[in-house]
């Protein structure tokens, strides 16, 4: 215990000259790096004693978006920038996003929506140091500290597997990487060679990028066809405090849950809310939402992928239907 105080202490006032190395429990993981994976002890001793503890990291997670109320969150992903971003890539790309939403069932808008909340379509994939991203958290993080220190030893086996320089790779605070921001253990179960070159290679193949992202909404259980979220009107007699159950959208209609457009009455979902300038503001939120939040666990998030994939879709049909036809097939 005195340790601890003292090291934190030491972290307090010297935080930017502390070694990864340093960090109580590196031995122990060193060690077993070596005994599970058969790494060689004297190369990971050097990359810990090079990587430095990251204060900053702390005080990114400890801090995300999602504290913002949700018109100012949503307005960082829903906005003129960000959809024109989207067309292009989407235009660029069309073709991969049509052979991914045919293979996998996954809309070409939710595909280039989900990357332009991530990255800005590629463009911003994060500046911190994956290798001390992860270790400052896996050995100075206790709430997630298991799942942190996993995603480190899958990314010593990614870096070792694609041939990473393990201090060179940079991502987000939390460690994602690349164009989709998977985290590493994400990047070694769910991505794949969409571009058929051999490789995959998510930190600069755009196509290997939208394969990936589109196999991962896949395999957490996309439904292909199924509705995402309806807006629901709540009568006075609504159980809007009933927002941990699920529900079909007929027993949600009997107990006075209406959703704004036509949904089977089968369907299941759980109502959401989100405070909005005029009031709470109602969302039936079906399998196909859950499934976004297991990209991000938060309800602003999927949400914010949502809408933005519906401005999309808006804005890539009005294109083709304005463009003249010569320059459409050009």
Known sequence: ?????????????????????????????????????????????????????????????????????????????INPKRINGGLQFWQRYADTLQRAEKQYGVPQEIIVALIGVETMYGNNSGKFSVLEALTTLAFDYPRRADFFRNELEQYLLLARDQDFELLKVQGSYAGAMGIPQFMPSSYRKYAVDFSGDGKIDLLHDQVDAIGSVANYLKQYGWLSGEPVAARANVGENGRAGSLAETHTVAAWAASGVQPDQQIAADKTARLVDFTAAEGKEYWLAFNNFNVITRYNNSDFYAMSVHQLAEALRDAFQMDKETKPLALRER
């Not at 090079?50 to 005080?59: N, P």
Request: glycine share 2%; net charge positive.
């Open 1 to 77: 215990m005195i340790f601890r105080l003292f090291f934190a202490l030491l972290l307090l006032l010297a935080a930017p000259y502390v070694r990864a190395a340093d960090l109580p429990g590196i031995p122990q993981f060193i060690d077993e790096m070596v005994a599970k994976h058969q790494f060689k002890r004297d190369e990971l001793v050097q990359v810990f004693q090079r990587a430095q503890y990251r204060q900053v990291v702390i005080d990114a997670i400890s801090t995300p978006a999602t504290i913002k109320p949700w018109p100012e969150y949503r307005a960082i992903f």
